[in-house]
């Protein structure tokens, strides 16, 4: 099982910056889909960005261009830099983990088999 834990949340004013990391307990560069997701209360899950083994990102389109994430794989730890902030992506944000064993790594919650508790972002307009 991997252990995933986020750091760096808070509060910023819309079109400021934040960045996230997480660290994971296992050797990120071993072949892992690494992915952020963010959830509302009362809301279904969303899938942010998501890195495969290679090195390929993926963005949700409403995040694309404003987001990056990264692997810092010295530190085995996953970052999300997050620029131009808007009050539409304040929400609790997880670190998520899977094997990838090819076949590509998706925004899609149910593959993930691990995760982390959460930190929470909240822009203010």
């Known amino acids: 099982q991997v252990q995933l834990e986020e750091s760096g949340g808070g509060s910023v004013q819309a079109g400021g910056s934040l960045k996230l990391s997480c660290q994971v307990s296992?050797?990120?560069?071993?072949?892992?889909?690494l992915a952020w997701f963010r959830q509302v209360a009362g809301e279904e899950r969303e899938g942010v960005a998501v890195?495969?083994?290679?090195?390929?990102?993926r963005y949700a389109a409403s995040v694309e261009g404003r987001f990056t994430i990264s692997r810092i794989l010295a530190r085995n730890s996953l970052e999300l830099q997050m620029d131009n902030l808007q009050s539409e992506d304040s929400a609790k944000y997880y670190c998520?983990?899977?094997?990838?064993?090819?076949?590509?790594?998706?925004?899609?919650?149910?593959?993930?088999?691990?995760w982390g508790q959460g930190v929470q972002v909240t822009v203010s307009s």
């Open positions: 296992v050797q990120i560069g071993s072949g892992y889909c």
């Open positions: 890195v495969e083994r290679n090195g390929l990102r």
């Open positions: 998520a983990a899977r094997p990838d064993r090819g076949g590509g790594c998706w925004l899609l919650d149910h593959q993930y088999i691990d």
